[in-house]
């Protein structure tokens, strides 16, 4: 069975830098994968994604430039690299993966597996 473990969550000061890892358990093949993210008291939201690949990412607005989603499919590992942070970036970080299609896009639907999340918190 497919499953998906994250690490790298802590506190880090605005300005800083922090790498996710979501470690992929069960399978060795390529998937789309993505990251979402809940901030305190509000929806879930898209962060970025990247098709089964690698070809092609996308980001939200809000992290666009800051923020690049990559995988490493020898080991099995998709990570967010999450440079000059804000405050409004603290938030408890998924990873999901689309076992059908070559790109989920933005939205939860497409996601089959998710991962229990990690925490990030960034401080002023």
């Known amino acids: 069975q497919v499953h998906l473990v994250e690490s790298g969550g802590g506190s880090v000061q605005a300005g800083g830098s922090r790498r996710l890892s979501c470690v992929v358990g069960?399978?060795?093949?390529?998937?789309?994968m993505a990251w979402f993210r809940r901030p305190p008291g509000k929806e879930r939201e898209f962060v970025a994604c990247v098709s089964f690949d690698s070809e092609e990412t996308r980001y939200s607005s809000s992290v666009r430039g800051r923020f690049t989603i990559y995988k490493d499919d020898f080991r099995t590992t998709l990570y967010l690299q999450m440079n000059d942070l804000k405050p409004e970036d603290t938030a408890i970080y998924y990873c999901a993966l689309d076992l059908e299609g070559s790109l989920g896009g933005n939205s939860e639907d497409a996601y089959d597996v998710w991962g229990q999340g990690t925490r990030v918190t960034v401080s002023s």
């Open positions: 069960g399978t060795t093949g390529r998937y789309a």
